[in-house]
């Protein structure tokens, strides 16, 4: 039976209908100022928003509730506590106190914090974040929070891009009174992440050692058929894919979470779900669930959702692509070309804040986006090049470039093209065709950053992008508030800008050869790998950057510079280990039994004629021998290398001996044991084949 999407959507959250219907009216009243303006609560008011908040998750079957966070894990963490009290009767009550909800205590030792936590410092905080909905998620209501250490540095995902959205809206308020919109009082940057996921039978799953403990196949040969045919995408949904689906979609809508469009993807076993926008932190909290929800749901299907960025080699892999915007608390969306001079001003003015920003911060974008699961797709035919640049279309673009140089954008027209003039009403918010290639893309009212992996928190690029453009607002204001005319200095200011950042536009295919050698003429950066972009995170700009908008104390952002670093190494470690293990264990005494089952095979038709042809049998043995040596001796070589690693190196030497050291032997390894796979008995290969797992379901 479908749902009613209508009664259930939200049914799950302590939303504003929620509130409004439960809340005393000063409550409520002080509860929305919160949310809107970030005005602190008293503790008796939060007492009260505490009490009612139990009331409903207990008529809901909660029992328990958490504070709900985000640590740098990359994945969300929650400690649960039951709603019970004693009472003095030897009975319990159900409590729930504006203290409980307000804060929190977990271990802060345990999580990763980059030295800002030694093991014995065990004391963290989390803080309730009331512009965040609580839900209720497994009879548990969870209550969005912030993390931070006894210190009080932050020690999650949260509090930094809760950080960079106070510092946008700063300085975006800044320049929009100076285009007279004395009425709005706040600008949020909106976020719509689309999600790209592999579904393969759990059955196939729990016999790929690889895939159990590092999400990614570690070999595998291609089989016949991959991807070329193209007739995977947008093509008709399996039934047991649908069920899994509609489910998800039923648990999401549930949770307020605005699941809209879901379709098949390139590669085979591969699919979307694409969410409409919603406020960062909130998109955030968002896919979070979503990701965790994909995982359970598809365990009742069956199957397992693998959210690796290259879970097979050879066809596409998953990314996340950031839809992000600005509006203001009017509903104006600030990247939306408008239809009066004014509008179209303003809009130019917030276009080139982002171009400003894209090209002074290209380092840190890419660095948002670095991780040992990403490194294997940026660059591929399915994702955007390593190299950051920004597609604006081709109108877009000559209109900028008219501004630059004074001249007529317009044959028809007979005056020069001035800002806020003539052109931009006709402007067409679809004028030209979108850009896959681009890492960041305008879409006619948004940006989409399509740099992102598919498992990633999208706080982290989202952090850096309001960051960045909240860089240049504050530049752009800065100037023009000072400015005698304002229209004059406005014209000057976005000509300037064009001329001075217009080498970090391209329109064209970011796949060729081509731009690579065009982006190293402009002076753009390609940094191919996790450990060489990485040291730019922690540059005297980008430090000045953060510290200047009170995104990160200097603290924090070498935790977090470590912390990247030392998951890289750590991911490395254990696909290189898991290698190894499957070698020894299955695959080499695999080619070994399949080799002496062909031995006895020539053994039996020589005995019974000399005449027979052997070829086969000879041919194979001889080639599967010296395929076992050669997989013998690199799988030593691995292992030797991995041990020669120096203890002692700083996390970015480490990094580096990773990258440059491990995993080519990674890579020659594995193309010796693809090699083989192709030669050995199908039912004598241990593991479920490439065709096996992405032609699987059913």
């Not at 050869?513 to 390609?526: F, I, P, Q, T």
Request: net charge negative; proline share 4%.
């Amino acid at each position: 039976m479908m749902p009613n999407v209508s009664e259930i959507f939200g049914s799950m959250v302590f939303n504003e209908t929620v509130m409004r219907q439960r809340l005393p009216k000063d409550v409520y009243k002080a509860m929305q100022k919160t949310i809107s303006d970030g005005k602190r609560l008293d503790i008796g008011l939060a007492n009260v928003i505490a009490n009612t908040m139990k009331d409903w998750a207990v008529e809901h079957g909660a029992t328990h509730y958490t504070h709900w966070f985000q640590p740098m894990t990359g994945i969300t963490a929650e400690k649960h506590d039951s709603f019970i009290s004693p009472s003095v009767d030897g009975n319990v009550i159900m409590e729930f106190s504006g203290k409980e909800l307000v804060q929190g205590e977990p271990d802060a030792s345990s999580f990763p914090s980059g030295g800002l936590r030694a093991t014995f410092e065990a004391r963290g905080y989390t803080a309730w974040d009331p512009t965040s909905y609580a839900f209720i998620k497994n009879n548990t209501l969870c209550i969005p929070t912030a993390f931070c250490s006894y210190g009080g540095e932050a020690l999650d995902k949260k509090t930094p891009l809760l950080r960079s959205m106070e510092a946008i809206n700063k300085q975006a308020l800044r320049v929009l009174k100076l285009f007279g919109n004395e009425r709005v009082t706040s600008v949020k940057t909106t976020v719509g992440p689309e999600q790209e996921y592999f579904l393969v039978e759990r059955e196939m799953f729990d016999k790929r050692p690889d895939l159990v403990y590092t999400g990614r196949t570690l070999f595998g040969a291609m089989p016949p058929k991959g991807q070329e045919m193209d007739d995977h995408y947008f093509g008709t949904i399996k039934t047991r894919v649908k069920g899994f689906m509609a489910e998800l979609d039923e648990e999401l809508w549930k949770l307020g979470i605005l699941a809209k469009t879901e379709h098949n993807e390139v590669a085979p076993a591969q699919h979307e779900l694409a969410p409409i926008f919603t406020t960062t932190n909130i998109a955030t909290d968002h896919n979070q669930l979503t990701m965790e929800l994909m995982q359970r749901i598809a365990k009742k299907h069956g199957l397992v959702c693998l959210l690796h960025e290259k879970p097979f080699e050879g066809v596409n892999g998953s990314g996340k692509h950031n839809n992000w915007s600005l509006s203001t608390n009017e509903g104006t969306n600030l990247l939306e070309p408008g239809d009066t001079p004014h509008e179209n001003a303003q809009f130019l003015t917030f276009i080139c804040a982002v171009l400003k920003a894209v090209d002074d911060y290209q380092d840190l974008l890419r660095v948002s986006v670095a991780s040992a699961g990403n490194d294997h797709r940026l660059g591929a035919n399915e994702a955007p090049p390593a190299i950051i640049s920004m597609f604006l279309g081709e109108e877009l673009t000559e209109i900028l470039e008219s501004l630059e140089n004074n001249e007529n954008y317009d044959a028809k027209e007979k005056s020069l093209l001035k800002v806020g003039v003539h052109v931009l009403p006709r402007f067409a918010k679809d004028a030209t065709d979108r850009n896959r290639t681009s890492p960041f893309a305008f879409t006619g009212n948004k940006f989409e950053f399509r740099s992102l992996g598919s498992t990633a928190s999208i706080s982290g690029p989202n952090v850096v992008l309001n960051t960045a453009v909240a860089e240049s607002l504050k530049a752009f204001a800065d100037e023009l508030e000072n400015a005698e005319d304002f229209s004059t200095a406005l014209h000057e200011l976005i000509r300037r800008t064009v001329k001075d950042h217009k080498k970090i536009i391209f329109n064209g295919n970011g796949y060729g050869d081509e731009w690579v050698k065009e982006a190293e003429k402009r002076g753009l950066l390609n940094l191919k790998t996790t450990p060489e972009c990485l040291p730019c995170y922690i540059s005297e700009k980008n430090r000045k950057l953060f510290a200047e908008h009170k995104i990160y104390t200097e603290t924090e952002l070498n935790s977090r510079y470590e912390i990247k670093l030392e998951s890289y190494s750590k991911t490395i470690n254990i696909e290189a280990l898991t290698m190894i293990d499957m070698v020894n264990k299955d695959i080499l005494p695999a080619i070994s039994a399949f080799t002496g089952n062909l031995a006895a095979a020539l053994n039996e038709k020589k005995a019974a004629c000399e005449a027979f042809d052997c070829a086969y049998e000879e041919d194979c043995i001889a080639e599967l021998s010296a395929l076992a040596a050669d997989i013998h001796t690199k799988t030593y070589d691995l292992k030797k290398t991995l041990g020669d690693i120096d203890k002692n190196a700083d996390v970015l030497k480490t990094a580096e001996y990773y990258c440059n050291k491990i995993i080519p032997k990674m890579q020659v390894l594995r193309e010796a044991v693809d090699s083989a796979e192709q030669l050995t008995e199908r039912n004598m290969w241990p593991y479920p084949s490439y065709g096996d797992l992405m032609f699987g379901v059913k």
